[in-house]
């Protein structure tokens, strides 16, 4: 159980539970994920199971799109649907004024994260500060949002509104603060009442697997379930590639530098194949030899399994 495998979240379960429910099926402590999902939200969330669980790093800066529902006219305490809805004093907005503030949200801005979030203070998690009644003042950090456009109009309660919008945005932008200040930004207030992921990287909503379905093909023997598995370096096709000798991979699987061909870049990760294909380490250049960082056979891979 090798490779990626592209889940489907429903609304309702965290990112850990769909995290747990696959180690169970696949009978396998080597799982991890490519961006958590808050509980309420579904849609696409990439797994990597076994061997390629050393290679979710180069996955971490991947960027994201997202369906979200805004519900204009109330301001929420957790900035999403779960939390204390506050009405707003001004007049909700129209489908003209959302649409004439959305550029300024493109490219790059200064994020204020919401306070119910996972980012620690002084060692302790912002969520806890604030269901503790602390105030909580998080530093604004850097995003960037490629895409923001109106998808539907619901304004048949003129007091509030709902849109639903489609983000193209980079890794670890909040889509709940994104709503609170589209909110401000036309003298009202809003908040997320929904969110679909619909891509993380390379990985598409249409490409992924439900869980029902995951269930079921582990229910038919492991086989099926491995078969729904994209390879380990599944999304890293931007990362140069070379095919090393028998030697070279022998070296290399025992964590040795390696003479490296000419024409490698400089810096960055290599994608390291043997002569029939597979994927044995992600290397780097160094001084004109290739330098192992992630080695996926040979002793050194059944070492950091056993740890």
């Known amino acids: 159980m090798d ?107 200064s994020q204020r994260p919401p306070a119910y979030s996972a980012i620690k203070v002084a060692g302790r998690r912002a969520y806890a500060m604030a269901r503790a009644g602390e105030h909580v003042e998080l530093t604004e950090r850097q995003v960037s949002i490629d895409r923001l456009e109106i998808a539907s109009w619901d304004g048949s309660d003129p007091t509030r509104p709902i849109a639903v919008i489609d983000v193209e945005c980079s890794a670890g932008t909040y889509i709940r603060a994104l709503a609170r200040d589209i909110g401000e930004a036309v003298g009202s207030a809003a908040y997320l009442g929904a969110l ?67 024409g490698l870049p400089e810096s960055g990760p290599i994608r390291v194949r043997d002569t029939s294909g597979a994927l044995v380490a992600i290397a780097r250049s160094v001084d004109g030899r290739l330098a192992p960082d992630k080695v996926l056979v040979g002793a050194a891979v059944e070492a950091a399994a056993r740890g």
């Open 3 to 109: 490779g990626v495998l592209v889940a489907r979240k429903p609304a309702g379960p965290t990112s850990h539970d769909v995290v747990a429910l696959v180690r169970r099926l696949a009978a396998t402590k080597r799982v991890g994920h490519g961006g958590t999902l808050d509980p309420f939200a579904s849609g696409v969330l990439p797994l990597f199971l076994g061997k390629a669980t050393r290679v979710v790093e180069y996955h971490l800066g991947d960027r994201k799109a997202y369906r979200a529902t805004l519900c204009f006219g109330a301001s929420s305490t957790t900035d999403d649907l779960e939390g204390e809805l506050t009405p707003s004093p001004g007049p909700a907005p129209d489908r003209e004024a959302v649409e004439a503030v959305l550029p300024r949200f493109l490219g790059q801005i």
């Open 196 to 262: 679909v992921r619909t891509a993380s990287g390379p990985f598409r909503i249409d490409d992924a697997v439900a869980l029902d379905d995951i269930r079921a093909a582990a229910s038919d023997g492991p086989e099926l379930l491995a078969a729904l598995l994209l390879p380990i370096d599944a999304g890293l096709d931007h990362i140069p590639e070379l095919t090393a000798s028998d030697a070279d991979v022998a070296a290399l699987s025992k964590g040795q530098f390696v003479r490296a061909t000419a």
